[in-house]
């Protein structure tokens, strides 16, 4: 409760402060409390309800390899999930009173499992002897992990996060360090390590439950480490003057040489470049010196690590299940090469990482690209289409479109609309919690906007909202065909540590449902077969209209950057920077500009001053935008901070974020719903869920004029009511 009144006394500062000289285009925000009420236009609990009550409700690996409840296994459950990583710096697991209230607020917002993240870390922050957990710091996640279970939000859970995990004497549990996943592979010592972790952590009964997290219902899924692939450790180690590699890998990896040659001379005509000072019988074989200098000694590198992982895998899931978890394991949850790809091909379930313009810190110099992600034909959301095994659970552990890209506000649309077309399992948008209580919380990460600070954004909030509908409600359709990336094994590796699926073909993902399948060793008609520079992807597409299985006015054309779903409703321009999404309950759009009017469908929008996110969804449960009655609408521009500098006029490189207030940036557009005439009102909603007193209203055509800039204060969301 202390906090809480802290928290009050922080924003009540906030709001009385003087006003500065604010920017003619940037409206600064006025809400300091963001608590929205029950049966605001923000509730999303009616239509979305949580039910976490017994273990009917456990989530399984269902039918054709969906998660899905026990009790109803042939019905995919679709998981909107809400990312936890807080750390002391934006404010750490709040205490019980705030607790009640943010589990609440999350299953209003349409959140049904959280990710516990970096829970290591938290735990053993300031402390030095090994597994000496702060004690109030383990009280607060066992409650709010309670209070989420009684909202019917389900669990997530790193097995270790931080590098350091349970050992004491360390300040830098956050901050990536050499030795600590990687020791997970070679060394009984840090296995030994791990599996003690999950005993402290899953094992003990939660007095707030009456049951161990590892016993728990709401416990979906444990992500075994995150992020520990062998070679994504190695590059995040990487520094110069020293070899890529670290020596822990000698031995081991010369052992699997020798079982694979058998001796120096074997190997000697495999590999070119062997040393003459290389021998496999005194372990002197090295892994490359530089991963980029591509050649036989890379591909068998990679291949030592396919085995060396799989293997690892498989030991620590059975730890794990003889410490008696039934749910869903999976692991190396980032990368999606070749050869991590064939890694992750015995897991019960595939976990990916990807970013969009991704930055590693906050401090000034910082930089990123300010790339929009339609651009590039939403790379980073194909580079994890690419990553998934067809009839296994897939789950988007983490994504972003960081702060403070212009173009941020293409994730609300890109990301929930391709995850839904794909038939993906769980949508995971990574940050300091997705939503928050209150601005002006006195901790250092909630001061100001950050990257991965996605609660006091109001553009990432607005397609967090936008991403409940088009997601978890399935407002977007599912693709009805699959595409399959054959798979052979081993001999799919090549010289390249970095090689990956080609974009040509993971550009099918903006079409059709992609993913990995085991080759049978024959060809197939409607499949990218093995090996990959034989495959012509405009061919395929052709191949897939003539089976009937992608209309014929299908307006696909890669060569002009042009991408139509096989359901009709999502089509993405390269060339316009444009995402458009025209389905029966939502119609949407993310532009760069309005040269042109956009016609979704039953709405269209016009003369539009800045390039934003917009959509439109139905909120009174009618089958159709056009019988709707009830309607959410929200436009989302860009945003930043109070006084936030940059050190080139590009805006790429940070020299200072600034302070709260938020500061939204000015957007008009001309909406016009077709075919729509009677009495009707539009009205903001304040980013608290308010609803304010109304714009406009008439009796007549629907159409009207949209500022975000209204008497109540600037906002992202309008409530459209018609009688």
Same mark, same amino acid.
């Given at each position: 409760?202390r906090r809480?009144?802290?928290?009050?006394?922080?924003?009540l500062?906030?709001a009385v402060?003087t006003?500065?000289?604010?920017?003619?285009?940037?409206?600064?925000?006025?809400? %300091?409390?963001l608590?929205?009420?029950p049966g605001?236009?923000?509730?999303?609990s009616?239509?979305l309800p949580?039910?976490l009550?017994?273990q009917?409700?456990r989530?399984v690996?269902?039918a054709?390899?969906?998660l899905?409840r026990?009790?109803?296994?042939?019905k995919p459950a679709?998981?909107?999930?809400?990312?936890l990583?807080?750390?002391?710096?934006?404010?750490?697991f709040p205490?019980h009173?705030e607790a009640?209230?943010y !589990?609440e607020?999350?299953?209003?917002r349409?959140y049904n499992?959280?990710?516990?993240y970096?829970l290591?870390?938290?735990l053993?922050n300031?402390r030095?002897?090994d597994?000496?957990?702060d004690?109030?710091?383990?009280?607060?996640i066992?409650?709010?992990?309670a209070a989420?279970?009684k909202? /019917?939000?389900s669990?997530?859970?790193?097995?270790?996060?931080?590098w350091?995990?349970?050992?004491g004497? &360390?300040?830098?549990?956050?901050?990536p360090?050499?030795?600590?996943?990687l020791?997970l592979?070679?060394?009984?010592r840090?296995?030994a390590h791990w599996?003690?972790?999950q005993q402290?952590?899953?094992?003990?009964?939660?007095p707030?439950?009456g049951?161990a997290?590892?016993r728990?219902?709401?416990l979906?899924?444990?992500?075994l480490?995150?992020?520990?692939?062998?070679e994504?450790d190695?590059v995040?180690n990487e520094k110069?003057g020293?070899?890529?590699?670290?020596?822990?890998?000698r031995?081991?990896f010369?052992?699997?040489?020798r079982?694979k +040659?058998?001796?120096t001379?074997?190997l000697? !005509?495999?590999w070119?470049?062997?040393?003459?000072n290389e021998?496999?019988?005194?372990?002197?074989v090295?892994?490359?010196a530089n991963?980029?200098?591509?050649?036989?000694?890379?591909?068998?590198?990679?291949a030592f690590?396919v085995?060396?992982e799989?293997?690892s895998a498989?030991?620590l899931t #059975?730890a794990i #299940?003889?410490l008696g978890?039934?749910?869903?394991?999976s692991? +190396?949850n980032?990368?999606?090469?070749?050869?991590?790809?064939?890694?992750?091909a015995?897991l019960?379930?595939?976990?990916?990482?990807t970013?969009?313009?991704w930055?590693?810190?906050y401090d000034p110099?910082?930089?990123?690209?300010n790339k929009?992600s339609?651009?590039?034909?939403?790379a +980073?959301m194909?580079y994890?289409?690419?990553a998934?095994?067809l009839?296994?659970p897939f789950?988007l552990?983490e &994504?972003d479109?960081?702060?403070w890209s212009? +173009?941020?506000y293409?994730?609300?649309?890109m990301?929930?609309?391709?995850?839904?077309?794909?038939?993906?399992?769980?949508l995971c948008?990574h940050?300091?919690?997705?939503i928050?209580l209150q601005y002006?919380?006195?901790y250092?990460?909630?001061?100001?906007?950050?990257p991965?600070a996605?609660a006091?954004d109001?553009v990432a909030?607005a /397609?967090?909202?936008?991403?409940?509908?088009?997601?978890?409600?399935?407002?977007v359709?599912s693709?009805p065909?699959?595409?399959?990336?054959?798979?052979?094994?081993e001999?799919?590796l %090549?010289?390249?540590?970095q090689?990956?699926e080609?974009?040509?073909l993971t550009?099918l993902?903006?079409?059709?449902r992609i993913?990995?399948?085991?080759s049978?060793?024959l060809?197939?008609?409607?499949?990218?077969?093995?090996?990959?520079?034989?495959?012509?992807a405009?061919k395929l597409?052709?191949?897939?209209?003539?089976?009937?299985s992608l209309?014929?006015?299908?307006r696909?054309?890669?060569g002009?950057?042009?991408f139509?779903?096989?359901t009709g409703?999502l089509?993405l321009?390269r060339q316009?920077?444009?995402?458009?999404?025209s389905?029966a309950?939502?119609e949407?759009?993310?532009?760069?500009?309005?040269?042109?009017?956009i016609?979704l469908? %039953?709405v269209r929008i016009?003369r539009?001053?800045?390039?934003?996110?917009?959509a439109?969804?139905?909120l009174?449960?009618?089958s159709?935008?056009?019988a709707?009655?009830?309607?959410l609408?929200?436009?989302?521009?860009d945003?930043r901070? %109070?006084?936030? #500098?940059?050190?080139?006029?590009?805006?790429?490189v940070i020299e200072?974020?600034g302070?709260?207030?938020?500061l939204?940036?000015?957007g008009r557009l001309?909406?016009?719903?077709k075919?729509?005439?009677?009495?009707?009102?539009?009205?903001?909603?304040?980013l608290?869920?308010?609803?304010h007193?109304?714009?406009q209203?008439?009796?007549g055509?629907?159409r009207?004029?949209l500022?975000?800039?209204?008497p109540a204060g600037?906002?992202?969301?309008f409530l459209v009511?018609?009688?």
């Amino acid at each position: 409760m202390r906090r809480l009144v802290r928290i009050l006394a922080a924003a009540l500062a906030l709001a009385v402060s003087t006003p500065e000289a604010w920017p003619a285009d940037w409206l600064p925000l006025r809400e %300091t409390a963001l608590i929205i009420a029950p049966g605001s236009p923000l509730d999303f609990s009616g239509f979305l309800p949580n039910d976490l009550t017994g273990q009917g409700n456990r989530i399984v690996v269902g039918a054709n390899g969906h998660l899905a409840r026990a009790s109803t296994p042939d019905k995919p459950a679709r998981l909107f999930c809400a990312s936890l990583g807080w750390s002391p710096a934006s404010g750490g697991f709040p205490d019980h009173a705030e607790a009640d209230i943010y !589990a609440e607020q999350l299953a209003m917002r349409g959140y049904n499992i959280a990710r516990f993240y970096f829970l290591d870390a938290s735990l053993m922050n300031g402390r030095n002897r090994d597994f000496d957990f702060d004690p109030d710091v383990l009280d607060r996640i066992r409650y709010l992990m309670a209070a989420l279970k009684k909202n /019917g939000i389900s669990w997530m859970v790193d097995g270790l996060t931080s590098w350091r995990g349970g050992y004491g004497g &360390y300040d830098d549990r956050w901050d990536p360090s050499e030795g600590g996943k990687l020791a997970l592979y070679f060394d009984d010592r840090a296995f030994a390590h791990w599996k003690r972790l999950q005993q402290e952590i899953l094992t003990k009964v939660n007095p707030y439950t009456g049951v161990a997290p590892i016993r728990d219902e709401a416990l979906a899924v444990v992500i075994l480490a995150n992020e520990n692939g062998i070679e994504f450790d190695s590059v995040l180690n990487e520094k110069p003057g020293k070899p890529n590699y670290s020596d822990m890998l000698r031995r081991p990896f010369n052992a699997w040489l020798r079982a694979k +040659y058998g001796s120096t001379q074997k190997l000697r !005509a495999a590999w070119p470049d062997l040393k003459a000072n290389e021998r496999l019988e005194n372990a002197s074989v090295y892994p490359p010196a530089n991963r980029y200098d591509d050649g036989p000694r890379h591909r068998d590198l990679q291949a030592f690590f396919v085995e060396t992982e799989r293997k690892s895998a498989e030991k620590l899931t #059975r730890a794990i #299940r003889d410490l008696g978890y039934r749910g869903i394991v999976s692991t +190396y949850n980032n990368w999606a090469t070749i050869q991590t790809s064939l890694s992750r091909a015995g897991l019960q379930a595939v976990t990916m990482n990807t970013y969009q313009d991704w930055v590693s810190g906050y401090d000034p110099g910082s930089k990123i690209e300010n790339k929009s992600s339609i651009g590039d034909a939403g790379a +980073y959301m194909r580079y994890a289409a690419a990553a998934r095994w067809l009839g296994k659970p897939f789950v988007l552990s983490e &994504y972003d479109h960081l702060f403070w890209s212009r +173009y941020r506000y293409e994730a609300g649309l890109m990301m929930p609309a391709y995850a839904a077309l794909q038939g993906w399992d769980m949508l995971c948008r990574h940050g300091h919690g997705p939503i928050a209580l209150q601005y002006g919380e006195p901790y250092p990460h909630k001061r100001a906007m950050l990257p991965y600070a996605i609660a006091l954004d109001p553009v990432a909030r607005a /397609g967090e909202t936008l991403a409940a509908l088009l997601y978890r409600r399935g407002d977007v359709a599912s693709s009805p065909n699959t595409i399959p990336l054959l798979v052979r094994g081993e001999e799919d590796l %090549t010289e390249d540590v970095q090689a990956a699926e080609p974009d040509a073909l993971t550009e099918l993902s903006l079409v059709s449902r992609i993913g990995l399948e085991r080759s049978d060793g024959l060809r197939r008609p409607l499949a990218a077969n093995q090996p990959r520079g034989e495959v012509d992807a405009v061919k395929l597409l052709a191949a897939l209209k003539e089976a009937g299985s992608l209309p014929r006015n299908n307006r696909t054309d890669p060569g002009k950057g042009i991408f139509e779903s096989d359901t009709g409703e999502l089509l993405l321009d390269r060339q316009k920077l444009r995402l458009t999404l025209s389905t029966a309950h939502t119609e949407a759009a993310a532009f760069a500009s309005l040269e042109d009017p956009i016609d979704l469908g %039953t709405v269209r929008i016009a003369r539009g001053d800045r390039s934003a996110l917009f959509a439109v969804s139905v909120l009174d449960g009618a089958s159709t935008l056009e019988a709707a009655k009830r309607m959410l609408l929200i436009f989302a521009t860009d945003a930043r901070n %109070t006084n936030m #500098r940059f050190r080139d006029s590009e805006e790429k490189v940070i020299e200072d974020f600034g302070s709260l207030p938020v500061l939204l940036r000015k957007g008009r557009l001309s909406v016009e719903f077709k075919n729509r005439s009677g009495r009707w009102r539009l009205s903001p909603v304040g980013l608290d869920g308010v609803v304010h007193a109304p714009l406009q209203s008439a009796n007549g055509p629907l159409r009207f004029d949209l500022s975000n800039d209204t008497p109540a204060g600037p906002t992202t969301f309008f409530l459209v009511e018609t009688d």
